[in-house]
């Protein structure tokens, strides 16, 4: 296959490497036994990325790529970090929210490297909020707002 051949990704078979790669990065978030990504993991997903948004139509999976990063961080903030925010109180509980709120600024910088593509050209064209933006909202509405959500 030449540089200007590419075989056509389909959006199943490309969001199943991404989550590869996106569980792999919490398994490190967690203290998990993981390597850390090397160049060739990050390359690759960068590439999966840009292949899935380069297509023609209908295989432009842009829109759904960009809906999928805010679902990363939804599912893995209410399967994750919510529960182990609910588990403690007091300063027990402060001192898990700054932990998980360190974790999730890696997390966003990592997930908006892989999808960097997306905020070069679908996000700018379409006016958008960019990846960072969108990882962090996630964590102020999902995880902070339990926290200070008043109790009835």
């Given amino acids: 296959m030449t540089m200007n051949q ?7 078979q490309g969001w199943d490497f991404m989550q590869q790669g996106i569980t792999k990065l919490k398994n490190i978030l967690e203290g998990l036994p993981e390597p ?4 060739e993991d990050y390359m690759m997903l960068y590439t999966t990325i840009y292949n899935m948004c380069t297509q ?3 295989h432009d999976y842009s829109q759904q790529l960009y809906d999928k990063y ?4 939804e599912e893995y903030i209410t399967s994750t970090v919510l529960p182990s925010l609910r588990e403690k109180h007091d300063e027990f509980m402060l001192r898990e929210l700054v932990k998980r709120w360190l974790n999730h600024k890696i997390m966003v910088r990592w997930l908006s490297r892989f999808f960097h593509y997306l905020d070069r050209y679908f996000i700018a064209r379409r006016s958008l909020p960019p990846l960072k933006e969108v ?3 996630c964590f102020r509405d999902l995880a902070a707002e339990s926290v200070w ?3 009835a």
Avoid: A, H, M, Y
Avoid at 36 to 39: K, L
Avoid at 70 to 73: I, L, V
């Fill in 36 to 39: 850390q990504f090397s160049s």
């Fill in 6 to 12: 590419r075989n056509t990704i389909d959006l199943e």
């Fill in 135 to 137: 990882g962090l909202t």
């Fill in 56 to 58: 023609k139509p209908p």
């Fill in 70 to 73: 805010r679902e990363s961080f």
């Fill in 149 to 151: 959500r008043p109790v």
